[in-house]
């Protein structure tokens, strides 16, 4: 049975090497691996998505 937890919009879970990631709801891994649950939960309490950057208009 796979463990996952919700912290800010994050989904922490362990994932088959046996490490704690940091994913998206839609299942994109944006960080880790991680020793512990405990860990991974502390640095997706704190992670922020950067918005994209705007379109540049044609000159």
Known sequence: MTVSKSV???NVQQLA????????????SVAGPFG???Q????A???QDQPAAPR????
């Open 8 to 10: 800010n919009g994050y």
């Open 40 to 43: 991974a939960c502390e640095v």
């Open 36 to 38: 512990t649950l405990e």
């Open 17 to 28: 090497d046996g490490g704690w990631w940091i994913c998206t709801p839609d299942g994109e």
């Open 56 to 59: 540049r208009r044609p000159s």
């Open 45 to 47: 309490a704190v992670l």
